[in-house]
Structure formats: structure tokens, C-alpha cells
């Protein structure tokens, strides 16, 4: 959007997810350490097992849902994981409903098949509509960029992380 800062974008040399699941293991890891403490409360949205796998070896808590079930419980949680699209709810509802459950500074991150150039803007999109800021986006690539050598890296997914603000108010703006 006009006038907003550019987001970081990094490079996540991970493994691909297998046919019908959202990640893959190294994904489920990199999400929980980097966006997380021990006890922190996890919300998990995702297709597999692979993000529980995660949640228990570093001794987090999880609840898992489906994205349209009734409630995510009543505790804050410091990060949703989500695939996209949704199966059937909409944008809207779906981001306001993250932002109600996210503690302060808590994250959700929406993972998306790479190759659609629209899709990362329509979700932080409607993302910054329910009041959440785009914090950053990652790319999950098969292969490694070498320094020096000009590598044709196999991106698989767009990682998009997404905050909700520190502060009381905390508008679009993050």
C-alpha cells in the first residue's frame, strides 16, 4: 500500500510439504523458535501433524481448530498458523477473529503456495483491514542462495507474518 514501509524479506531454506499438508517439519520448527517461547500458547489451523510435532518438542501449548469452529478458548495466544486459502470462511471474519485471540505483539503467520503474485497482497490486505500489520515476509525455498553464485532458488511457500500491536488502541498500523 502507498506509503507504508517495506517489510523484511527472507529466505528459509526448507523442505517443501508433502501432498496435503500445509508444512513440513523443518517449517513446524522454524515457526515455534522463531515466534515463541516456552508456555507461550499456540492456535493451530494447519493441514498435518507436523506444527503439534513442533508445539510438543519445544514444550509449548497448542489449541487446535478448524478456522471456523466456534471459539479458539478464552487465553490469548502469541501465534496462529494458518494455511490459505480457507476452506469457508472469508478474509474478513477470518483476520478479525486472529486479531481477538492474539495476545500484544502476538503473530499469526498464513502460509501460501508460491506463485500467485495477488494473493500475498489480497491477504495483508484484508489483514490490515481487521487491524493487524504486516511484519514480514519469509520464502520457503528447497534450495539454499550461495553467496557469489547466481542460484534459481524452488520457492514452495510464502510465509506472511502478520502482528497485532503492542499498544492498547493498536490500529492497522501495527
Given at each position: 500500500m502507498s506509503g507504508d514501509l517495506p517489510v523484511p524479506l527472507n529466505v528459509w531454506p526448507i523442505p517443501a510439504?508433502?501432498?496435503?499438508?500445509?508444512?513440513?517439519?523443518?517449517?513446524?520448527?522454524?515457526?515455534?523458535?522463531?515466534?515463541?517461547?516456552?508456555s507461550d500458547l499456540i492456535i493451530d489451523?494447519?493441514?498435518?501433524?507436523?506444527l503439534a510435532r513442533a508445539i510438543i518438542a519445544a514444550r509449548r501449548r497448542s489449541h487446535l481448530h478448524a478456522p471456523r469452529s466456534a471459539g479458539w478458548g478464552r487465553e490469548a495466544a502469541t501465534l496462529i498458523v494458518t494455511g490459505w486459502p480457507l476452506d469457508?470462511?472469508?478474509?474478513?471474519?477470518?483476520?478479525?477473529?486472529?486479531?481477538?485471540?492474539?495476545?500484544?505483539?502476538?503473530?499469526?503467520?498464513?502460509?501460501?503456495?508460491?506463485?500467485?503474485?495477488?494473493?500475498?497482497?489480497?491477504?495483508?490486505?484484508?489483514a490490515k483491514q481487521a487491524g493487524l500489520a504486516y511484519l514480514q515476509h519469509n520464502l520457503?525455498?528447497?534450495?539454499?542462495?550461495?553467496?557469489?553464485?547466481?542460484?534459481?532458488?524452488?520457492i514452495h511457500t510464502d510465509v506472511l507474518i502478520l502482528a497485532r500491536s503492542t499498544t492498547r488502541g493498536g490500529g492497522a498500523d501495527g
Open positions: 510439504p508433502q501432498e496435503g499438508e500445509t508444512m513440513s517439519n523443518e517449517m513446524g520448527v522454524r515457526l515455534v523458535h522463531n515466534y515463541t517461547h516456552p489451523l494447519v493441514n498435518g501433524p507436523q469457508d470462511a472469508s478474509s474478513a471474519e477470518f483476520f478479525h477473529r486472529c486479531r481477538a485471540s492474539l495476545a500484544p505483539g502476538g503473530c499469526v503467520a498464513v502460509l501460501l503456495p508460491h506463485g500467485d503474485v495477488i494473493l500475498p497482497v489480497d491477504v495483508v490486505i484484508a520457503a525455498a528447497d534450495r539454499v542462495p550461495v553467496a557469489g553464485q547466481q542460484t534459481r532458488l524452488a
